[in-house]
């Protein structure tokens, strides 16, 4: 692991891989058929994976805001995303 990269730290202050980094050292054998679905159902990839990350993004902003016991601002997102 590129400690150059690492992000999250554990309560110890050890550097911990994220779910992003673990998930990418898997094989994916279901992604082509996946995204040629998409296709199929006349989604672009890009337009599907910006709304579905921006999605992410909220979750975690949210999860953050509540487990910090901060306000979360959702004034800067879509009414449609929330």
Same mark, same amino acid.
């Given at each position: ?20 980094? @673990? ?12 995204a040629n679905d998409l296709g199929l159902k006349g989604l ?22 509540? @487990? ?10 879509? @009414?449609?995303l929330l």
């Amino acid at each position: 692991m590129n400690n150059q990269a690492v992000k999250f730290h554990s309560s110890a202050g050890n550097p911990v891989p994220s779910v992003t980094q @673990v998930l990418g050292v898997s094989s994916k054998p279901y992604l082509v058929p996946w995204a040629n679905d998409l296709g199929l159902k006349g989604l672009k990839y890009s337009d599907y994976m910006e709304r579905i990350t921006t999605i992410g993004s909220i979750v975690h902003e949210r999860i953050e805001a509540y @487990v910090l016991n901060l306000p979360f601002d959702d004034t800067k997102y879509s @009414v449609e995303l929330l």
